[in-house]
């Protein structure tokens, strides 16, 4: 049976509203393009602390606003709001919109950050690909996180993909075929690649047993692979400094329990075999050797991960 193709049924330019002006701002046109959607896994809450920190460190200018209320379930996803006594503040809105971004040098780039979309998958990646077309972007480098069985002790590894080998070949800790579900973002990748687009996609290698809880050490790697991706000074001494002081934390957790020490202990030793003799297979095929699961770290993890929350 042949292949159909997809193509939305509503214009897909009428889901965003643009800074027309800086849209047709020549100085936009061949920047790259970084990507970053929340609510896929996001282990190690990887995604959420890139996007805090570029928003909150950089000067942003928004060029093209998405229509949330098209995009997002709000019932099967609520947005937090506060209570505070008597009356509420703070309302989460969802939001997905397109900034441009100065790094630490100066270096204009484009930054496409907000919660990944419930719903019009297809009209919202033919919108995406109609803006990078517009703007003749050089390059698109999206990130997400993946909790992987790897120990914290170790460097952060992460699988890159995409249609640029001189940013893949030797980068990748996990090389595999499988299955596995989608997010928009890889949905975004398979467009842009047959639009002709270079793009490449990071997923970074977190520790499984600190999935739930932020680890700024993973989304300081994920913010160097981007910068290096494009050539871009990215912001991360706020995360390091945070990141020093979780790993300070997660040390004395894991003195305080032999179980917890002989768990790591193992996770090393498959990590290191696996360095040495094949870099490139698969951390998760474990050819019949058991694989601790996050309840194996016993009570000092849990204590960890309840006191980040």
Do not use: C
């Not at 098209?70 to 703070?90: A, G, K, N, W």
């Amino acid at each position: 049976m042949k292949e159909i193709k997809y193509v939305p049924f509503l214009d897909p330019e009428s889901l965003y509203a643009s800074n027309e002006d800086l849209l047709h701002d020549g100085g936009l046109k061949g920047l790259n393009l970084l990507m970053g959607f929340t609510g896929f896994t996001d282990a190690g809450h990887v995604v959420s602390q890139i996007n805090a920190e570029l928003l909150d460190k950089l000067d942003a200018e928004p060029v093209a606003l998405f229509d949330i209320d098209q995009l997002i379930d709000y019932r099967s996803r609520r947005p937090q709001i506060s209570f505070v006594e008597d009356h509420l503040t703070d309302y989460q809105q969802p939001a997905m919109i397109l900034y441009k971004l100065v790094d630490g040098l100066g270096q204009p780039f484009l930054f496409l950050a907000g919660n990944e979309p419930d719903l019009q998958w297809e009209r919202f990646s033919a919108a995406v690909v109609d803006l990078v077309q517009r703007l003749d972007v050089n390059l698109v480098a999206w990130v997400h996180s993946i909790p992987m069985p790897v120990p914290h002790t170790r460097p952060i590894g992460v699988t890159v993909h995409g249609n640029r080998p001189d940013l893949i070949e030797g980068m990748s800790t996990w090389k595999a075929t499988v299955q596995l579900p989608s997010a928009i973002g890889h949905l975004l990748e398979v467009r842009l690649a047959e639009a002709g687009r270079n793009i490449a996609g990071y997923a970074v290698h977190v520790p499984h047993y600190l999935a739930d809880a932020e680890y700024p050490r993973a989304a300081v790697a994920a913010l160097e692979y981007l910068g290096a991706a494009a050539s871009l000074m990215l912001p991360t001494d706020r995360l390091r400094e945070s990141g020093r002081e979780v790993e300070r934390q997660i040390t004395e957790q894991v003195k305080g329990s032999t179980e917890v020490q002989g768990v790591v202990q193992r996770l090393e030793q498959q990590y290191d075999e696996r360095q040495q003799d094949v870099p490139v297979r698969s951390l998760l095929a474990a050819d019949g050797e058991h694989l601790p699961d996050a309840d194996e770290l016993g009570a000092a993890i849990e204590a960890y991960l309840a006191d980040q929350d």
